[in-house]
């Protein structure tokens, strides 16, 4: 069956700092690969997508390629700010109603 | 506008009690979920409609009961509940195109307390 697997958190980074969460999915077939974020005690905001192969996603500075040649869509940005402290997390759909979502990845910037 | 909405934001309740959450969107969509999420977990899918029928149910105990009595609205009634079914109970949507993989886009969520 399908499957997501991102880096384990937290990831603590400095303000403007690098950021990069890794995250490698198994599916058949040509999924549509998604990031959403979820900001404490809120739902999940989606961030980014990509539909199909060498497709980049980006939003709010984030950007996200899909790399079907190892099956990847990792999520960076270039320079993190505190407002960015969330739980993020990488999906997957390949139709039929269901997403399989990642076991999310916590980040936390401080000043 | 990609707005889903949610009430009530939070909600506390006994074992005994029957309550409903309520779920609403005005995007058109067709397709419309509902998922449990736990602290630190990703969400679980509970059920899908798809124009208004039930089209996924992921063997969800009946003391939870969904309804969609229209395009835009999703219920989810509840009786009975066991203090484990605490959590966060989100409502997604999605157009149903039938071509492919459609995007979800997801409420802000009920806080569920059953004490």
């Known amino acids: 069956g399908d499957s997501v697997t991102q880096m384990e958190g937290p990831v603590t980074l400095s303000e403007e700092a690098f950021l990069t969460i890794n995250c490698t999915y198994t599916a058949t077939g040509y999924p549509s690969l998604f990031w959403y974020v979820q900001y404490p005690g809120e739902g999940l905001q989606l961030l980014l997508k990509a539909t199909k192969a060498d497709d980049k996603g980006s939003n709010k500075g984030f950007e996200a390629t899909y790399r079907k040649e190892t099956t990847s869509f990792h999520l960076e940005k270039g320079s993190v700010q505190v407002s960015d402290s969330a739980v993020y997390f990488c999906a997957l759909s390949g139709g039929y109603q269901k997403v399989t979502f990642g076991t999310g990845t916590k980040l936390q910037v401080i000043p | 506008d990609t707005e889903v909405t949610q009430t009530p934001k939070h909600l506390v309740m006994g074992m005994t009690n029957k309550k409903s959450l309520k779920c609403e969107q005005h995007?058109?969509?067709?397709?419309m979920y509902w998922y449990k999420q736990k602290a630190k977990k990703p969400p679980e899918l509970m059920f899908v409609y798809s124009y208004e029928k039930l089209s996924i149910n992921e063997s969800v105990p009946s003391r939870f009961s969904p309804e969609c009595p229209n395009s835009s609205l999703l219920n989810l009634h509840l009786h009975a509940l066991q203090p484990e079914d605490s959590a966060l109970y989100l409502c997604a949507s999605s157009k149903e195109t039938g071509a492919g993989a459609d995007t979800q886009y997801f409420g802000p969520g009920t806080r569920l307390t059953v004490l």
């Open positions: 995007m058109g969509h067709r397709a």
